[in-house]
């Protein structure tokens, strides 16, 4: 072997090791579901009542008191994926003084959820969201119409206080949306996220 | 003294005529202030009227064949309308009834370009040409005015506000016919009629058509609540169908519609489904009868 072609040879290789790093890099920067600091194998339940939440079409918000849910989590390929299996929601009321909710209830369970980073923070993307509400109200111009809510929502997950922060700047974070009336709507909502089975107690993070 | 008395007669006739008028005209049309001035002329006191619907068409196109109107003059569709069937072929649509001043949709002329010639310059025109083609062929004689009218009654519309919301289905639908109107065609021209109505199946989602049309989307508009809640409005509403089709002209030309006919019918080129094609731009404002009641 000439000394060019050994150099091209080296170059070559170099050039392999380097984009196999950068390569590596990106696949550990997808975050993965961890307790006490050590990736969860197997699966676990986190469930949990949301702090605050709130879902606003232009001029009308609604509010639930019990905004309960079930999430299963898992690491699968290297990436935290979930599955949200109960969302019962109770006491909803709204911000007019003449519609209430007679019936609201999350549509075709289980929804798929994964991690992702945004700018080096942690995110969890719920996919095929589906909500419907019902309202009623002898004045209310939304009275008797079943209001879909449908899309996907990205929310920012907070190792420190273990929560999940769903508002209109981690939807655009994660170029996530919720649809109603063909419209983008606004949802508002923080989530504890808290082990229910294994890993009861332990602290829970994304990284 | 028997004059006078006549005299007296005559002017407390004529006062409760005035007053039994003025009840009369209250009873029709309720005079409702502020958001709800536009509900004036729905049926809101009708036992089985849930909701009140004022739509206004500003813009949009409506073509026939190989004619394209544009809606430049603003239509309104007006009246009551029923709670929404819970099972059934019409489940989450509503029966519509009749504005209480017969105008449940106003008869609106918008001007055919191009006139009874048919002749538009092209889009890159000159100004002075485009004045001139206005001048001689969209002018009282060979100029045509298009007017969309219901052609059954009121009580043949059909609205879904659920559709509208989930774009899917048809959101309105509505008989009607197409009134050409022009001194040459006399005041008969039509295409579609009570018996032969034009169905308009318009969607708030995707159309389906036949060829060569192809699918066109609607839009179900961005949303408001007026009123705390009692008024809802949809901006920028847009309802779409290109699968309707259009029987042929009928009564252009008065007692020379034998020969007025063909002619009109071959300006327009064919008008079976998947030629025409109907896109109404709305404001869509709905309370509900109770609402309405109240204020």
């Avoid at chain 1, 994660?174 to 996220?193: D, Q, Y």
């Amino acid at each position: 072997m000439n000394k060019k072609a050994t150099r091209t040879f080296l170059l070559g290789m170099l050039a392999a090791l380097c984009l196999g790093a950068a390569f590596t890099g990106s696949a550990s920067a997808s975050p993965v579901w961890k307790f006490e600091g050590k990736e969860l194998t197997g699966t676990e339940t986190i469930v949990g009542a949301a702090i605050d939440s709130s879902l606003t079409i232009p001029g009308l918000t609604t509010k639930c008191e019990d905004f309960l849910y079930k999430l299963t989590i898992s690491n699968s390929a290297g990436t935290g994926k979930g599955e949200l299996t109960e969302l019962p929601l109770f006491n909803c009321t709204t911000s007019s003084p003449v519609c209430t909710v007679k019936s609201i209830a999350a549509e075709k369970l289980p929804w798929p959820a994964h991690l992702t980073t945004v700018s080096a923070s942690p995110y969890i993307v719920m996919e095929s969201v589906k909500v419907g509400i019902l309202y009623a109200g002898a004045e209310c111009a939304f009275g008797g119409v079943l209001v879909n809510v449908t899309g996907s929502a990205g929310g920012l997950i907070n190792n420190t206080t273990e929560t999940a922060t769903f508002n209109a700047s981690t939807l655009s974070a994660t170029k996530t949306k919720l649809i109603a009336f063909g419209e983008s709507i606004e949802w508002l909502g923080v989530f504890p996220t808290e082990a229910f089975e294994w890993n009861r107690e332990k602290a829970l993070s994304v990284s | 003294m028997r004059k006078k008395l006549n005299v007296t007669g005559a002017v407390c006739t004529a006062m409760l005529a005035v007053v039994l008028g003025t009840l009369g005209f209250a009873s029709s049309a309720l005079a409702h202030t502020g958001e709800y001035a536009k509900f004036d002329f729905c049926p809101s006191t009708k036992a089985e009227v849930q909701k009140c619907l004022y739509s206004v068409t500003t813009g949009g196109e409506v073509v026939l064949g190989n004619k394209k109107v544009p809606i430049v003059n603003a239509v309104t569709l007006q009246g009551g309308v029923a709670a929404p069937a819970e099972s059934g072929a019409e489940e989450d649509i509503s029966k519509f009834f009749e504005a209480t001043n017969g105008i449940t949709l106003s008869k609106t002329p918008q001007p055919l370009p191009g006139g009874l010639l048919g002749i538009v310059p092209p889009e890159s025109s000159p100004p002075l040409v485009k004045a001139l083609s206005k001048f001689f062929f969209e002018n009282g004689l060979t100029g045509v005015n298009s007017t969309l009218e219901l052609a059954k009654p009121a009580s043949e519309i059909r609205v879904s506000q659920a559709h509208i919301g989930r774009k899917e289905g048809v959101a309105l639908k509505m008989p009607v016919k197409v009134h050409l109107e022009n001194p040459f065609l006399g005041k008969s021209c039509y295409l579609g009629s009570s018996t032969s109505p034009i169905t308009f199946n318009l969607t708030s989602g995707e159309t389906a058509p036949p060829a060569p049309n192809t699918k066109i989307e609607g839009s179900s508009g961005k949303i408001e609540f007026l009123e705390e809640g009692r008024i809802l409005r949809l901006n920028e509403n847009v309802l779409v169908d290109n699968a309707w089709s259009a029987p042929s002209p009928s009564g252009c030309g008065g007692i020379l519609s034998f020969l007025v006919n063909p002619v009109i019918s071959s300006m327009l080129g064919s008008t079976t489904a998947g030629h025409n094609t109907a896109i109404l731009k709305n404001t869509i404002s709905i309370a509900t009868a109770v609402a309405v009641n109240n204020h």
